[in-house]
């Protein structure tokens, strides 16, 4: 049984920062990745990472300002996020592939097969 908890969202002002974890438990992951998903909107890959080759990959809305990395002794996914902006303010969702097989964008829903259920980010202005 896949599991993935995140936590560390929270209300910030624009400029501030959060750091996101995502632990995980339960299988062999390959690709992780980070989403995110406001109100009213389609829910939207920010950051990507290859467990095994550690390539990364990042929206532009949030590269140079979002760092994504992977602890493989903690099985934990981590998400620092620096120099928020009020647009930044959705719900973030960790996100796991354990073979899909998708060769498609490495943001992209269909990518990944696991989930965990959110934690809410405010950046206020």
């Known amino acids: 049984q896949v599991q993935l908890v995140e936590s560390g969202g929270g209300s910030v002002q624009a400029g501030g920062s959060l750091r996101l974890s995502c632990a995980a438990s339960?299988?062999?992951?390959?690709?992780m990745a980070w989403f995110r998903q406001a109100p009213g909107k389609e829910r939207e890959g920010v950051a990507a990472?290859?467990?095994?080759?550690?390539?990364?990959y990042y929206s532009d809305s949030v590269r140079g300002r979002f760092t994504i990395s992977h602890d493989n002794a903690k099985k934990t996914l981590y998400l620092q996020m620096d120099n928020l902006k009020p647009e930044d303010t959705a719900m973030y969702y960790c996100?796991?592939?354990?073979?899909?097989?998708?060769?498609?964008?490495?943001?992209?829903?269909?990518?990944?097969?696991?989930w965990g259920q959110g934690t809410q980010v405010t950046v206020s202005s």
């Open positions: 996100a796991a592939d354990t073979g899909t097989g998708y060769g498609g964008s490495w943001l992209a829903p269909p990518g990944y097969n696991y």
């Open positions: 339960g299988y062999t992951y390959y690709n």
């Open positions: 990472i290859n467990i095994g080759g550690r390539s990364t």
